[in-house]
């Protein structure tokens, strides 16, 4: 089993930064992919971004491309999301998760696809 902890959210100006961690315990990581997914008030939970287990693959949601960075340290059993340029459209409970494949090239894209979740941290950008 491994337990996954979300941290950095909190409340941003429209242009600002954040950048979240989710720090991964009880189980090494390394082998699997990660991702970020998110969910507003009222919304499906959405695609982010993903990782694959090398860091050598990554997959964005087009309305991040350009703002958000994923990136991971295997060493720190820890995976990051960099928001730049954040909008009110971006506000949500962003959560990281760990894929269920081992040593997948393929960054996994969709929830079923992903094992391991956290319980979120909360991003607000104000207008």
């Known amino acids: 089993q491994a337990q996954l902890a979300e941290s950095g959210g909190g409340l941003v100006q429209a242009g600002g930064s954040l950048r979240l961690s989710c720090a991964a315990s009880?189980?090494?990581?390394?082998?699997?992919?990660m991702g970020w997914f998110r969910q507003a008030p009222g919304n499906e939970r959405e695609f982010v971004a993903a990782?694959?287990?090398?860091?050598?693959?990554?997959n964005y949601a087009d309305s991040v491309k350009g703002r958000f960075t994923i990136s991971r340290d295997n060493a720190a059993n820890t995976m990051y999301l960099q928001m730049n340029s954040l909008k009110p459209s971006d506000t949500a409970v962003y959560y990281c998760?760990?894929?269920?494949?081992?040593?997948?090239?393929?960054?996994?894209?969709?929830?079923?696809?992903?094992?391991?979740w956290g319980q979120g941290t909360q991003v607000t950008v104000s207008s």
């Open positions: 990782i694959s287990w090398n860091g050598g693959n990554t």
């Open positions: 998760a760990a894929d269920a494949r081992v040593l997948a090239a393929r960054p996994a894209l969709e929830s079923i696809e992903y094992a391991y």
């Open positions: 009880g189980r090494v990581v390394s082998r699997y992919g």
